[in-house]
């Protein structure tokens, strides 16, 4: 049974950073690329970042790029996103998902997903 576990959630202020986690079980990590998505109350489900499937590629919507950056540890099934320079629109549940084909920024193509995290940024 795959699971997917985030951790790192938090609340913290504008300007701060924080590094979330996702551990993976139950699945051969290393043949899925890892995305993170976000979502705040009464919105949609938002693409955050994203590794390529079958390169060191990475993706990121435009509303984080330059500040937050996913990265991956293969032996310990772990993919991480490191967020700097936190607002306060930042603040959502962060999920991570896997996927193995489709499109990186389609929440459709993940066919797994953690149960998020909750990043809460006070001005």
């Known amino acids: 049974q795959v699971q997917l576990v985030e951790s790192g959630g938090g609340l913290v202020q504008a300007g701060d950073s924080l590094k979330l986690s996702c551990a993976a079980s139950?699945?051969?990590?290393?043949?899925?690329?890892m995305g993170w998505f976000r979502q705040a109350p009464g919105k949609e489900r938002q693409f955050v970042a994203s590794g390529a499937l079958r390169s060191s590629l990475t993706y990121y919507g435009d509303s984080v790029k330059g500040r937050f950056t996913i990265s991956r540890d293969n032996a310990k099934n772990t993919v991480y996103l490191q967020m700097n320079s936190l607002k306060p629109e930042d603040t959502a549940v962060y999920f991570c998902?896997?996927?193995?084909?489709?499109?990186?920024?389609?929440?459709?193509?993940?066919?797994?997903w953690g149960q998020g995290t909750q990043v809460t940024v006070s001005s």
């Open positions: 998902a896997a996927r193995k084909s489709g499109t990186y920024y389609n929440p459709r193509a993940y066919a797994y």
């Open positions: 139950g699945l051969t990590f290393n043949t899925y690329a």
